[in-house]
């Protein structure tokens, strides 16, 4: 039964987090903002403002609760982070270096997409699962808190250069530009539309011209929209996918 406790230890082991793109899009960030090159604009603001306030949430205080319930207000509060930052990324008002950030931020916190409150449909997203398994990895809590340090004082500094912050009211929104970048995808690409509270519905991607589902896709990104190239020769973009339906499926590459 090697083989079956192998599996069984793969499992429950924690995934290491995604956090290149986090620490490119950080130190990035920083040099900016060091050198007075991104200043938010309204809607990065309002993004970056509302990630802060999750990055900064006090955990609830409970007195004589079991460790169980304190390990999920942990997991929870990582939750909301990736949550909000998938909501301002996909709704699709903020600039591109703000959206890379979001996004980077997003894939760093992934294995928290399920945990510790699951998606509630069936249908709905799902990420960071096990490979071959439907079971996402167990979170690993500290690593996920140890990103929060640099995270509060990289938001901190850049909610201070938006409107009304700190950097002074009424200095113009600037906004430098980003790398565009390419990565291949072998695999589905699904799209989630939810026509109802709790309820959500998904598709299977495909190329307008081939009906091809399953790529490789070339899937670029310029800072405003992501293109899926088929094998076919075919770029699409009018695919219908947020964001997140892309980047967070795509592996993790050196
Ligand atoms: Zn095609």
């Not at 169980?68 to 997991?75: V, Y």
């Not at 990895?137 to 990103?147: F, Q, R, S, V, Y």
């Not at 530009?177 to 539309?193: D, K, L």
Request: net charge positive; aromatic share 4%; hydrophobic share 45%.
């Amino acid at each position: 039964m090697v083989g079956g406790h192998a599996a069984s230890l793969a499992s429950s082991a924690p995934v290491p987090l995604w956090t290149r793109a986090l620490t490119v899009e950080s130190r990035r960030a920083r040099q900016l903002l060091a050198a007075g090159g991104w200043r938010l604009t309204a809607a990065d603001a309002e993004a970056v403002g509302a990630v802060l306030a999750r990055l900064t949430a006090p955990l609830p205080v409970r007195r004589g609760t079991e460790a169980r319930i304190k390990a999920t207000d942990r997991d929870r509060r990582l939750q909301r982070i990736l949550r909000t930052a998938v909501h301002h990324l996909d709704a699709g008002a903020v600039s591109p270096p703000a959206a890379a950030l979001l996004a980077a931020v997003a894939r760093a916190l992934l294995p928290w997409h399920a945990a510790p409150n699951p998606p509630a449909a069936a249908a709905a997203p799902r990420y960071g699962t096990v490979p071959g398994t439907t079971q996402g990895a167990p979170p690993p809590t500290e690593a996920g808190e140890a990103l929060l340090p640099d995270l509060i004082a990289l938001f901190t500094a850049l909610a201070a250069t938006g409107p009304g912050g700190a950097d002074g009211p009424g200095a113009a929104p600037l906004t430098p530009p980003v790398e565009p970048w390419q990565a291949r995808y072998a695999g589905r690409f699904r799209r989630h539309t939810r026509p109802a509270p709790g309820v959500w519905t998904a598709e299977t991607v495909h190329c307008p011209t081939c009906g091809g589902k399953d790529g490789p896709w070339t899937v670029t990104w310029d800072g405003r929209r992501a293109a899926l190239g088929c094998p076919c020769g075919v770029v699409s973009r009018e695919h219908g996918l947020a964001l997140s339906e892309i980047w967070l499926v795509l592996p993790e590459t050196g």
